[in-house]
């Protein structure tokens, strides 16, 4: 018997129909004889439904009171389940953030998990219960409702599972796996066996949209088995416990793989793209100690989260420019901050662009093997497609592009690196 940790998405749980098709796979898991605890998102759109809400009714909104209104969808996906669930004969009951409870801290609709009372959770289970959860949501220290930032309910899984000391927390998605890219672009792009945490780390940060960052980097440090799974499989489909989908292990584990034959280990397992970022280059920033930390510090107390940095070589007349991406949602506030701080901070002009892609190449293999980058530059010269910012990893190369050329990069790259033929991705 294991304890295992389910987490459903917005398209699983989007509508009565979809709901029971969740409630039969968790039956399933419980019928199998292990204790299950399930937690899940809101349905498709009803987040953003609710955002619009708060927007409509005061566009500076209180972000405590957004936290109250966004959270209500999660709390009605995990009371449904819970009915569908009692429905099919199985005991069931929800157990909301504020219940558990599900310590948070930091900001309103920005909150991080810090603790999970887990003892309550633990005996109902044992006594033979599915718990369900919704995800996304936590408690204050002041007792009030909290949020963890879109896509939060993977975080909440992987917490849940890390609290309950669970086998494995299985995310289920409207996809099968992880995939060496998006199948949508290159049409012989194959699912992956299994990544290591460092590898969906980087994959999750540079674009890929199977799991959210933080709870991948949860997931690490916690050191939780996770499975990728579709739950739009048939009824007769293999159950997850025969491992259809896509783990997410420690390198220790992955090399246990590799030994018996399961996995082969690759030079680069997958690439990556993103067209939500932002370009910002400052012009004649003072090149001298400080001055780069006066541009980042204000961002970094508004929360804007800035990725790729890097600082031309200093001109003569003591000035450099500085160049960096922001998400494109915090473009227009980024922008604002900084022409706030533009005497201090003492630059010239700046300079956006939003018609950017980056696109990324990672893989462990890149720790012991040279080349990888120049074979990157080199397939996308070819092809004509111009590179216009560089950052790397230990495991990642990423570039900026023209965002028309993203498709065309990603498949340049994927053949590549051998990634069309299936040998090397199984």
Same mark, same amino acid.
């Not at 998006?182 to 194959?190: L, N, Q, S």
């Not at 227009?332 to 901050?337: E, G, I």
């Not at 498709?407 to 069309?420: F, I, K, N, Q, S």
């Given at each position: 018997?294991?304890?295992?940790?389910m987490?459903?998405?917005g398209?699983s749980?989007a509508g009565t129909e979809r709901?029971?098709?969740?409630?039969?796979?968790?039956r399933?898991?419980q019928?199998?004889?292990?204790?299950?605890?399930?937690v899940?998102?809101?349905m498709a759109?009803?987040?953003?439904?609710?955002?619009?809400?708060?927007r409509e009714?005061n566009a500076?909104?209180d972000p405590?009171?957004?936290?109250?209104?966004v959270?209500?969808?999660e709390?009605?996906?995990?009371g449904l389940?819970a009915?569908?669930l009692?429905s099919?004969?199985?005991k069931?009951?929800?157990?909301?953030?504020?219940?558990?409870p599900?310590?948070t801290i930091?900001?309103?609709a920005?909150?991080?998990?810090?603790?999970?009372?887990s003892d309550?959770?633990?005996?109902?289970?044992?006594?033979?219960?599915?718990?369900?959860?919704?995800?996304f949501?936590?408690?204050?220290d002041?007792?009030?409702?909290?949020t963890l930032?879109?896509?939060?309910s993977?975080t909440?899984?992987?917490?849940?599972?890390?609290?309950?000391?669970?086998?494995?927390?299985?995310i289920?998605?409207?996809?099968?796996?992880?995939?060496?890219?998006?199948p949508?672009?290159?049409?012989?792009?194959?699912?992956?066996?299994?990544?290591?945490?460092e590898?969906?780390?980087e994959?999750?940060?540079?674009g890929?949209?199977?799991?959210q960052?933080?709870?991948?980097?949860?997931?690490?440090?916690a050191?939780?088995r996770?499975?990728?799974l579709s739950?739009?499989?048939?009824?007769?489909?293999i159950?997850?416990?025969?491992?259809?989908?896509?783990?997410?292990?420690?390198?220790?584990?992955?090399?246990q793989?590799v030994?018996?034959?399961?996995?082969?280990?690759?030079l680069?397992?997958?690439i990556?793209?993103?067209?939500?970022e932002a370009?910002?280059?400052l012009?004649?920033?003072?090149d001298?100690?400080?001055?780069?930390?006066?541009?980042? /510090?204000?961002?970094?107390a508004?929360?804007i989260?800035v990725?790729?940095?890097i600082?031309?070589?200093?001109?003569?007349?003591? /000035?450099?420019?500085v160049?960096f991406?922001?998400p494109?949602?915090?473009?227009?506030?980024?922008?604002?901050l900084? /022409?706030?701080?533009r005497?201090?901070i003492g630059f010239?002009?700046?300079?956006?662009?939003?018609?950017?892609?980056?696109?990324?190449?990672?893989g462990?293999g890149?720790?012991?093997?040279?080349g990888v980058?120049?074979?990157m530059?080199?397939?996308l010269?070819?092809r004509g497609i111009?590179?216009?910012?560089?950052s790397?990893?230990?495991?990642?190369v990423s570039?900026?592009i023209?965002?028309d /050329?993203t498709?065309l990069?990603v498949?340049?790259l994927?053949?590549a690196?051998?990634?069309d033929?299936?040998d090397e991705?199984?």
């Amino acid at each position: 018997m294991a304890r295992i940790v389910m987490k459903f998405g917005g398209t699983s749980m989007a509508g009565t129909e979809r709901i029971r098709r969740v409630a039969n796979i968790v039956r399933k898991q419980q019928a199998a004889g292990h204790e299950v605890a399930v937690v899940v998102s809101a349905m498709a759109g009803e987040t953003d439904r609710l955002v619009n809400f708060c927007r409509e009714a005061n566009a500076l909104y209180d972000p405590a009171e957004y936290d109250v209104v966004v959270s209500s969808g999660e709390q009605v996906t995990s009371g449904l389940l819970a009915l569908t669930l009692q429905s099919m004969g199985c005991k069931a009951r929800s157990w909301l953030g504020w219940q558990l409870p599900v310590h948070t801290i930091e900001a309103h609709a920005k909150a991080r998990i810090e603790s999970i009372e887990s003892d309550a959770l633990i005996a109902s289970m044992q006594a033979g219960e599915i718990a369900v959860i919704p995800g996304f949501q936590g408690i204050s220290d002041d007792g009030r409702i909290t949020t963890l930032g879109r896509g939060g309910s993977d975080t909440s899984a992987v917490a849940v599972a890390a609290a309950l000391h669970a086998d494995r927390c299985d995310i289920y998605t409207d996809v099968d796996g992880v995939y060496t890219t998006d199948p949508r672009i290159v049409a012989k792009a194959h699912k992956l066996k299994a990544v290591t945490y460092e590898e969906m780390l980087e994959l999750a940060s540079v674009g890929a949209k199977v799991l959210q960052t933080r709870s991948v980097g949860l997931a690490m440090k916690a050191g939780v088995r996770v499975q990728v799974l579709s739950s739009f499989l048939g009824d007769d489909a293999i159950p997850a416990d025969d491992l259809p989908g896509t783990l997410i292990v420690s390198d220790d584990e992955m090399n246990q793989l590799v030994e018996k034959g399961d996995m082969e280990r690759q030079l680069v397992t997958g690439i990556a793209h993103d067209k939500n970022e932002a370009k910002v280059i400052l012009t004649r920033v003072p090149d001298k100690p400080g001055a780069v930390a006066h541009i980042f /510090e204000p961002l970094a107390a508004a929360s804007i989260n800035v990725d790729m940095i890097i600082q031309n070589v200093g001109r003569d007349k003591g /000035e450099t420019d500085v160049t960096f991406t922001v998400p494109q949602a915090d473009l227009a506030r980024a922008q604002a901050l900084l /022409e706030d701080k533009r005497e201090e901070i003492g630059f010239n002009r700046i300079i956006t662009d939003s018609k950017i892609a980056k696109i990324s190449v990672v893989g462990v293999g890149m720790k012991s093997h040279a080349g990888v980058a120049s074979n990157m530059f080199r397939a996308l010269s070819d092809r004509g497609i111009n590179i216009q910012a560089i950052s790397t990893s230990e495991i990642k190369v990423s570039v900026l592009i023209d965002e028309d /050329e993203t498709e065309l990069a990603v498949r340049v790259l994927h053949t590549a690196y051998g990634l069309d033929t299936e040998d090397e991705a199984a």
